[in-house]
């Protein structure tokens, strides 16, 4: 039944996340055409640039599905949306007034809050899945064909690393509640890091030297490598997400306990 | 106990002048922490920018010899152009958030509403507020560049960081409106600043990638079609037209909000 | 007859405002009891604190023996036990049916006859959606919430407020059937005519501290109000006799209120040659305007 | 048969209870033999605590007007007592007529006499 009241809670943001991801998958396959030629006639002439990667983009589909969805833009629509799936809980109810009803039940706070998390796991992993359905539609569409297996993958590892984003969410919600406070510091104090890391490393990465701080490049750990193979997944990356996820985890909890009503 | 009546009405305008203060005051308490979260946001994004930008600039030199980047083209395109431009927007939409339908699922709507202060001025106060803050944000991460710009052995005329600041603001207001439109007619604490936050992404994404290359609002902010090609400064010509144009466009949106907020019972 | 509620030096400070004061209350089973208070005088923070809403600055207190403070214990609380809160909000999203429910799947012993009795009754529609229910609708369902979970404690923090009179008989009639049924009722209230006919024991609270309590029994038997007229004036030092809760002196007029032994006061004041000696019974609204005033 | 009690009478509930089910007796709506109601059910009805009922019950069991009998419920006491309590009702009321008089002679308005019985009744019911 607590799933029950978590799923409607949410379900609007739900049904705004699937237009969202839809948008950003649809938008960058209806460019793919307009940008190839646009690389292959910078190729051509001698002025123009001459980045590295733009035969891999020309070429290889699966090189641009991964490069502009999931090592850029639908990685981002998709943490906000996993923060904002996050968002809620007994605090929300507080302002709501139901807060006192809620707790009135035989329903210990953790259980309330795993029930948030989960459902917000749920709807994120239906996100991401969704996505996987458009591209293969919209490839379908404009004649590509991409290796499924690839997209999974990058997909399990998206939501595998993305787990840190949802406590992350949820622990910013419960320190500052309402009032969208938490959205813009949440976006703040999350997007912040997220793109001056991955803009750091991937000067570093340029300049071949990967120093310890990649591991919380999070951007890149979500991606992963653009073939990903049982050794090429970056399984540190993973593990220093899950443990600063557990981390998280305790704290809200430990908040959540301590909190009075 | 006894309770004494003392009616003194002798100045009926000074009322109005204190209440309209004080939900001027309640509007800024309520926005008071997304403007300090939005403040910080930008000056810190600034201060990277620039810090970051002389060896950004000797970088992309060394690699491109034939295409110089000047410090007012890189000033312009990263910052005005792109990136602060779109924390801006961020920031004016989440400060533009909140009021009466918002109010109404707390429960606090019905007080509001009961206070002698018509659903008018409570909006209207309210965007106003929304603005200043969102004005002063902006100029105050625009001014920023010039400052330190010296820091980094770089100069940008102040004068100019001010103009861009002022164009981005003003033209803004459209931001700010859609922001207020959004918050009135959406109740759920979440469903107008995920539409909000969906349809502002789409378009400034959008507009970068050709799609919507015609003219829009981006472009008025940044006051594209009066800058000099080549260093990217303003060249004393003003975007008039643009500007009129977005201040319609703001006017239309909170006339529907307004509209919204008189049909809409509590 | 064991205790249910049992608190031992119960406080709770708000920053440097200390809400409840060291409450030392003791509830037994099968009783309807009352807790009268001012608004602010730490009715609801006590009550929260039994059901680990909100925890203790120090002491602390059992129901049914598990210790109210600590997390765990306090989920097996409130599986034995009913609770109505203050803000009768629910959520809005659900509709009455939608919320009942939900709330039926936490509690094995749902009294679903009851349900549909009161929801009949109460002529709560299923289908309407929370946001469009009045506040006093609103009350009647969270009141409908607590009753039917068929537990053996209940708890109501000002069960009848906003209720029309019809619906205030019809709560305090499902009081009196549930509490002749065995289940303990521990109710907070404005409503001092209603604690006279369906409470059998009084508790009142005032500054977070207890300011009395006894069985109903006691209040109407032992509690009286003592007027004397003395021919020459008297000092109110030589009237502190024990049981004498107030002394008020208006020229030759002497008004006490006696909590007990009523008999050895009227002898005393007899001595001192009080002229004629009126012994009157005291409403429990008296006591409690005494109680409180004599305290502010 | 029995009505609901006023809770703001000043009046304790279980005194106005008590005077009903006299004064029931006594108009002979309840005869020797007759069962009351059950403690939850009469509860119920007149919307009052469980524990009131019982101890009106069981103070009137004392004073000899009912008896309980544990399992099967509260009956009024055999017609032979009952009847001579309301020929002692009439001597009463008759006794009470005449020191009326002999009080309006010596000269007391009524309020005064109506002042004296209720001062002395209060004082009854507080030396018992």
């Known amino acids: ?261 | 106990m006894e309770i004494v009546l003392t009616t003194n009405s002798s100045h009926p305008h000074r009322f109005f002048a204190t209440g309209s203060i004080s939900i001027c005051w309640k509007a800024w308490r309520e926005s008071r922490g997304r403007f300090f979260s939005a403040l910080v946001l930008l000056a810190s994004f600034v201060v990277y920018a620039v810090i970051t930008s002389p060896g950004f600039l000797s970088r992309y030199n060394t690699r491109f010899p034939d295409k110089t980047l000047l410090y007012s083209v890189y000033v312009w395109t990263g910052l005005f152009h792109y990136a602060l431009q779109g924390l801006w927007v961020l920031g004016a939409f989440i400060v533009a958030l909140g009021g009466l339908a918002r109010e109404k699922t707390t429960g606090v709507a019905l007080f509001t509403l009961g206070l002698p202060v018509a659903r008018r001025n409570l909006f209207l106060i309210r965007a106003w507020v929304a603005w200043a803050e969102a004005v002063a944000f902006g100029l105050a991460s625009a001014v920023l560049i010039p400052v330190l710009s010296a820091f980094v052995g770089e100069s940008y005329p102040f004068f100019q960081a001010l103009a861009f600041g002022a164009s981005m603001t003003a033209a803004g207001l459209v931001v700010v409106a859609f922001g207020l439109f959004l918050s009135e007619i959406f109740e759920g604490e979440f469903t107008s600043p995920v539409a909000g936050l969906c349809t502002l992404t789409a378009i400034f994404l959008g507009y970068r990638a050709h799609t919507l290359r015609g003219w829009n609002v981006f472009d008025v902010m940044s006051a594209t079609t009066s800058i000099d090609p080549k260093t990217q400064l303003l060249t004393g010509g003003f975007h008039w037209f643009g500007l009129t144009i977005c201040f319609l466009i703001s006017v239309v949106l909170l006339g529907a909000t307004h509209a919204v907020i008189q049909a809409r019972d509590f | 007859m064991a205790a249910v509620i049992e608190t031992i030096e119960l406080k709770k400070n708000y920053g440097n405002h200390e809400a409840v004061r060291g409450l030392n209350l003791s509830v037994n089973a099968g009783s309807v009891c009352a807790f009268l208070g001012q608004n602010g005088a730490g009715k609801s923070s006590t009550i929260k604190m039994l059901l680990g809403m909100i925890h203790p600055t120090s002491g602390g207190g059992s129901i049914f023996g598990h210790r109210i403070d600590e997390e765990r214990e306090s989920l097996l609380i409130r599986q034995k036990v009913a609770f109505v809160a203050e803000d009768k909000r629910l959520y809005d999203y659900m509709s009455v049916g939608q919320i009942i429910h939900f709330t039926r799947s936490f509690f094995p012993k749902w009294n679903h006859a009851l349900e549909t009795q009161l929801l009949e009754r109460f002529e709560l529609p299923p289908e309407r959606k929370i946001r469009q229910l009045s506040k006093g609708m609103r009350t009647k369902l969270a009141l409908l919430l607590g009753f039917a979970r068929g537990c053996e404690l209940l708890i109501l923090d000002e069960p009848t407020e906003g209720l029309d009179p019809v619906a205030i008989e019809d709560v305090l009639q499902i009081v009196v059937s549930l509490a002749a049924q065995g289940t303990t009722v521990f109710f907070s209230s404005h409503q001092i005519a209603e604690v006279e006919q369906v409470a059998d024991h009084v508790l009142m609270i005032d500054h977070g501290q207890l300011v009395l309590n006894a069985s109903m029994y006691e209040v109407q038997e032992e509690y009286r109000q003592i007027q004397a007229v003395f021919t020459d004036p008297v000092e109110e030092r030589d009237l502190r006799l024990p049981g004498v809760e107030r002394v008020k002196i208006e020229g030759h007029i002497a008004s006490f209120v006696a909590s007990r032994n009523v008999d050895s006061i009227v002898e005393h004041v007899r001595m001192l040659r009080a002229g004629n000696i009126d012994v009157l019974p005291i409403s429990l609204k008296e006591i409690f305007l005494e109680k409180v005033r004599a305290r502010s | 048969m029995f009505r609901k009690p006023n809770p703001s009478s000043g009046v304790p509930i279980y005194v106005q209870l008590k005077e009903q089910v006299r004064h029931a007796i006594e108009t002979e709506a309840l005869k020797a033999g007759d069962q009351l109601p059950g403690i939850r059910s009469l509860a119920e009805t007149l919307v009052i605590n469980p524990n009131t009922v019982i101890r009106v019950y069981r103070e009137l069991e004392q004073e000899g007007v009912l008896e309980i009998r544990h399992g099967i419920g509260v009956f009024v006491i055999s017609r032979r007592r009952s009847r001579s309590r309301a020929e002692e009702m009439r001597d009463a009321q008759h006794l009470v007529h005449e020191f009326v008089d002999t009080l309006k002679k010596q000269g007391l308005a009524e309020g005064e006499i109506r002042r004296l019985f209720e001062a002395e009744l209060a004082g009854e019911i507080q030396r018992r």
């Open chain 1, 1 to 261: 039944m607590l799933f029950y009241k978590a799923w409607i809670e949410t379900r609007v943001r739900f049904l705004a996340g699937l237009v969202a991801a839809a948008v950003v998958c649809i938008f960058y396959l209806e460019q793919h055409a307009w940008l190839v030629s646009m690389w292959a006639a910078d190729l051509q002439n001698p002025h123009g640039y001459h980045m590295k990667w733009m035969p891999l983009g020309i070429h290889e589909y699966g090189w641009y599905l991964w490069h502009y969805l999931y090592d850029n833009y639908l990685q981002q629509v998709w943490a906000l949306f996993a923060i904002l799936f996050a968002f809620g809980g007994l605090i929300r109810e507080r302002n709501g007034g139901t807060v006192l009803f809620s707790l009135g039940l035989p329903v210990s706070r953790r259980r309330w809050l795993f029930t948030r998390l989960l459902v917000a796991l749920l709807e994120s992993i239906g996100l991401s899945l969704f996505a996987v359905l458009v591209i293969a539609v919209g490839s379908a569409a404009i004649h590509e064909t991409f290796s499924l297996s690839q997209v999974l993958l990058h997909t399990a590892l998206m939501v595998a690393a993305g787990v840190f984003v949802i406590a992350f969410g949820n622990l910013c919600y419960t320190l500052f509640p309402g009032n969208y406070l938490s959205l813009i510091l949440t976006l703040t104090l999350l997007g912040a890091p997220y793109l001056w890391l991955q803009t750091y490393m991937q000067h570093m990465r340029y300049l071949g030297r990967t120093p310890w701080i990649g591991y919380l490049d999070f951007a890149h750990t979500m991606a992963g490598p653009w073939q990903i193979t049982w050794t090429t997944t970056p399984w540190m990356a993973l593990l220093v997400a899950w443990t600063l996820t557990a981390f998280l985890l305790m704290a809200t909890v430990a908040h959540g306990d301590r909190l009075d009503y």
